[in-house]
């Protein structure tokens, strides 16, 4: 089946630590996209890449570095120097063909806690 | 701060008819979106309206979009305890999109 995975569901970090989270997507889709959720919030936008070996950053890009070297993957790495990364992450991508209704296709989710 | 506004809670009981608005800012989308996330999961898009149109239905869901007022609303008929999750609007154009605050919706029995 098509969709976009998201792995790990859950992630641990003490602080200080770099951690990565995966996004893969086997829908064809040109763009991807990053977005944290905190509670009670909407979704911020991190990242995101409209091509491969192309990204732009969101509102909230601070403290995270992204990749872009397939079309299917989409990594993010959420660095020590993000503050309070402590969050829900979200992956998107997106069908820019026009084929379709255009809208954004989500993972379902990680969430990163630092100990 | 989010361009496009939604209430945060809206609580109703089981049967009753359940009503999320929106207001949104970029007249040029073509469509106008409703996702539905569930605790812990990723959105799932729920329903969608064409920007020519002023109302769609589909099943219980009936989506209104006033253009003139910039104005969407999600209105879900006989709410179950399973529509209890948080319903985001958004407006995707072709360079951007943005996203409601989203209304966490909670069903009582």
């Known amino acids: 089946d098509g969709g976009i995975t998201q792995s790990p569901k859950y992630l641990f970090r003490k602080e200080g630590q770099n951690v990565t989270l995966s996004c893969e997507q086997n829908l064809n889709h040109d763009a991807m996209y990053w977005y944290r959720q905190d509670p009670g919030q909407g979704l911020r936008l991190i990242y995101y890449?409209?091509?491969?070996?192309?990204?732009q950053k969101g509102d909230i890009a601070e403290g995270y570095s992204v990749s872009r070297e397939k079309k299917e993957s989409f990594p993010l790495t959420v660095t020590s120097a993000q503050k309070n990364p402590t969050a829900f992450y979200l992956c998107?991508?997106?069908?820019?063909?026009?084929?379709?209704?255009?809208?954004?296709?989500f993972g379902e989710g990680s969430r990163l806690t630092v100990l | 701060g989010e361009d496009v506004e939604q209430s945060l809670f809206l609580s109703v009981r089981e049967g009753d008819s359940s009503v999320i608005n929106c207001t949104y800012t970029?007249?040029?989308?073509?469509?106008l979106y409703w996702y539905k996330q569930e605790p812990g999961a990723g959105l799932q898009l729920l329903t969608y309206?064409?920007?020519?149109?002023d109302m769609k239905q589909d099943q219980r869901l009936t989506v209104l979009l006033n253009k003139k007022d910039k104005h969407l609303s999600l209105r879900i008929a006989d709410t179950q305890t399973g529509d209890s999750a948080i319903y985001f609007c958004a407006e995707i154009g072709d360079n951007d999109m943005r996203f409601g605050a989203g209304t966490r919706l909670t069903v009582k029995p």
């Open positions: 890449s409209q091509i491969v070996n192309d990204f």
């Open positions: 998107a991508s997106r069908d820019y063909s026009g084929q379709g209704l255009g809208e954004l296709f």
């Open positions: 309206i064409f920007s020519n149109m």
């Open positions: 970029d007249s040029s989308s073509t469509y």
